[in-house]
Structure formats: structure tokens, C-alpha cells
């Protein structure tokens, strides 16, 4: 059986067969880890047949785009300053620069959003984590600025969602879906978060009291999440947020379980592969065991072998080892990173069928099938409007709604 962990003499032929701009980028990437020196790009991050990424070469004006898909716009800007023996054009520099500025100043104004949000949440009364966005760019890099994020993420305890979600419209955030007060008890059961905004400010936040969809995994106890956590300094406050080996398990599920594509934005991977630099050697075995327990092993497994194939971040001895013996993991390694960095993009897998093989167990394969199909959601609701003793018509006009959306699809690539 070959290693899926991709060690030498068995790594998929092909699989980081990379363009130059895409090497250009994933030592950008490698760079922001901390430890871009490990394995320079010449002698071994790019497999034989990849083109060198020289000046001559490289398309500034793709690999300019590709860093704005993927947020890594700050860190190719870090990078080529290092970086002595390329010599970009003037006019890239130039545009590379003002699109820098300009997302710094967007992060800023994020930044300055979450010093006055969370605080004020808790003077409410409202427990509240905050993740990703810029508690995690100032974990990882030390600024909240560098790291690329368009909203702000706060965990809350689930029996404070109503309190907390009539706290975000009381500052004006409005919810992306409606939902009637009879349904957000189902809501909190279906789903995982709640997306709010301000259009006219440009505020966002997604709403959390959960990491996945419940069909997708057993969920992490609230007792867990909240007696692991620690402190980020932002500015003038210091802010809850997740434990270095949580955040890492809550990551790789995030990424893994992504729509509508698992790990598309190569700055997730980035992020698992920064933060598993942090984990100190006698937390590995825990974290796995959490994994296992909470049915998610396969998704942390994936995100720490993705980082690991295109980042070259570190395996420890128990990972690689697990790795070696969990299916599947490795053929949806393959599949993630040749739809992530293929030229042009890449059909992503099949999502059902992704998700699928991301589940160990038959019964959480049939429960995942089951919820698919027919418990409702908020689009579900949006589609067609029920009085309230009517709600439980809703599991059988969902597989309408499906099939609806499906031919809808069908007739638009004819």
C-alpha cells in the first residue's frame, strides 16, 4: 500500500506539477509559516517536471490574481522583498502594493469591529469566543492585519444564540436568512452558525455555536471549548479565543468540510500549517484521540496532510503513523490539492461523494444521507412560506427543493 503521507519514491505523480506562479505562491505561503528554508522549491518542494519559477517566466498578472483568491496578497509582498533573486516588474510592484493597502485598511476596520463587538457582547452577558479573522493573524503572524479575511467569527454558547443574535441586530446586523421565532430552534439544531451583515458599513459576522454541520460530526461539548481557550492581545483589549491544538482541530474540520469546495483558499492551508508548528509533542496524542471521539478524524487527518504535501509542515510521529493505516485519506489529499492548484482550476470532488468518504463510520454515512435529503433549512424555509402547524410538510417539500435547484443547474450549463 502506498504511504499517504507522500514520502519520498511514493507521492502522486504529478501532484505538485506546479506553474511558476503557483511555485512562486506556495513559497509565499511557505515563507509565512516561518519555515519557507526547510525544503527550498529548487531542490524538492516541486516534483521533476515542474518549470522553474524564474522571472522570465512567471505571469505577474496571474500569479497577482491568484494571491488575491487565495489571501496571500500581504505575504507576497513580504516575500518578494525578501526574496533577492527575482526582480518584478515595476508597474506588479506597484499594483501589488496599493492592493495591500487597501485590504489593510479593510482589516483595520475589521479589527476595530471585533475590539468593540466582543467586549460589548460580554458586558451583555454573552460568552463569546472569537476565531479566525484577526485574533488568528495575530496569533500566527503577529498583526491583525496580514492574514486575508472578509468577516468576523464569534463562538457563543448555544442557549445564548437568540440573546446574541438580537444583540447583532440591535447594531444593526441583519440576518443573511430569515427565520420565523418558532424556527430557530430547529435552526440550532440543523445547523452550526448564522451569517448577519450591514450593508451599509460593510460589517459582517458569522454567528457560531458549532464548527460543522451536526450530520457531519458529533460536535465538540461546550465544556471542552470553553476550558480550552486563551488570550490574544488586540490594541487595547485582550480577547477569548481558542486553544493552539482546539483551533488546529477546528481548522482542518473548517477546511475539510468547506462549501461548496474543501480547502480552496491555499491561506487555510497556511493556517494549518502554521499553527501545527505550535503544538508541542505531547498534545498530538490527545488531539487524535479528540478526533476519533468526535468523528472527525479523517477531516483533521486530511487538513494536516494537505499542509503537509504543499507546505511541508510537520507530521508528528502518531499522525504519520495513523496516516498510514485510515483509508481514503490519501486519494482525498490527491483529489483537494489537484483541484486547488491545478492551471486554470480544477473540478473539485463530487461533494456528496467527498463527503462520504470523509465519514469512518456506515451510520454516520446513512445519518448524513438521511439529513441531506430531508431535514430542512433555511433555504428550505425561504422557498415556499407555511403556516406554523404546517412545518413538518417542510421534510417532504425539501427533496423537492433539491431536485428544483438540480434541474435549474442542469438547464443553465445546456
Known amino acids: 500500500m502506498a504511504d499517504p503521507t507522500g514520502t519520498p519514491g511514493t507521492k502522486s505523480e504529478g501532484l505538485l506539477d506546479f506553474t511558476p506562479e503557483w511555485s512562486l505562491l506556495v513559497r509565499c505561503a511557505r515563507h509565512a509559516t ?33 494571491a488575491d483568491r487565495h489571501g496571500l496578497t500581504a505575504f507576497l509582498q513580504r516575500f518578494l522583498e525578501a526574496e533577492t533573486t527575482l526582480d518584478p516588474p515595476r508597474d506588479f510592484l506597484t499594483r501589488l502594493r496599493e492592493r495591500v493597502r487597501l485590504r ?37 503572524h503577529g498583526s491583525p492585519t496580514l492574514r486575508d479575511y472578509d468577516d468576523l467569527d464569534l463562538l457563543v454558547r448555544k442557549h445564548d444564540v437568540g440573546k446574541a443574535t438580537r444583540f447583532l441586530e ?12 418558532d424556527q430557530v430552534a430547529r435552526l440550532k439544531d440543523s445547523q452550526y ?33 470553553w476550558a480550552d481557550v486563551q488570550e490574544v492581545a488586540l490594541g487595547p483589549v485582550r480577547l477569548r479565543t481558542l486553544a493552539d491544538s482546539l483551533l488546529l482541530l477546528v481548522l482542518c474540520i473548517h477546511g475539510s ?22 503544538i508541542p509533542p505531547e498534545r498530538w496524542g490527545l488531539l487524535l484521540s479528540q478526533a476519533q471521539a468526535l468523528h472527525v478524524e479523517r ?10 504535501r504543499l507546505l511541508d509542515a510537520p507530521l508528528a510521529p502518531l499522525v504519520e ?84 435547484a438540480s434541474l435549474s443547474r442542469r438547464a443553465e450549463e445546456r
Open 321 to 404: 503513523e495513523r496516516l498510514r493505516t485510515s483509508t481514503d485519506v490519501g486519494s482525498l489529499a490527491d483529489a483537494v490539492l489537484t483541484a486547488l492548484t491545478a492551471p486554470g482550476g480544477a473540478d473539485a470532488p463530487t461533494r456528496i461523494d467527498y463527503d462520504l468518504r470523509l465519514l469512518d463510520r456506515r451510520r454516520d454515512r446513512i445519518r448524513y444521507l438521511l439529513h441531506r435529503l430531508f431535514v430542512p433549512n433555511p433555504k428550505d424555509w425561504a422557498f415556499v412560506q407555511l403556516p406554523r402547524w404546517l412545518t413538518p410538510a417542510f421534510y417532504v417539500l425539501r427533496p423537492v427543493r433539491l431536485l428544483s
Open 170 to 181: 440591535d447594531q444593526g446586523l441583519k440576518p443573511w436568512f430569515e427565520v420565523k421565532p
Open 299 to 308: 477531516p483533521f487527518l486530511l487538513g494536516l496532510l494537505v499542509a503537509y
Open 104 to 140: 489593510t485598511q479593510e482589516n483595520l476596520r475589521h479589527t476595530a469591529n471585533l475590539i468593540a463587538l466582543a467586549p460589548a457582547m460580554e458586558a451583555a452577558g454573552i460568552d463569546t469566543i472569537a476565531y479566525k479573522g484577526p485574533v488568528l493573524s495575530a496569533l500566527l
Open 193 to 225: 452558525a448564522r451569517h448577519f451583515g450591514n450593508a451599509k458599513t460593510g460589517m459582517a459576522v458569522d454567528l457560531h455555536w458549532g464548527f460543522s454541520q451536526p450530520y457531519l460530526s458529533k460536535g465538540l461539548e461546550e465544556g471542552t471549548i
Open 34 to 66: 516561518r519555515d519557507e528554508t526547510t525544503r527550498p522549491v529548487d531542490s524538492g518542494l516541486v516534483e521533476a517536471g515542474t518549470t522553474p519559477a524564474t522571472s522570465e517566466r512567471v505571469d505577474w498578472d496571474e500569479l497577482l490574481a491568484l
Open 257 to 278: 468540510k468547506h462549501e461548496p469546495q474543501p480547502w480552496y483558499r491555499l491561506k487555510w492551508v497556511t493556517d494549518v500549517a502554521g499553527l501545527a508548528r505550535l
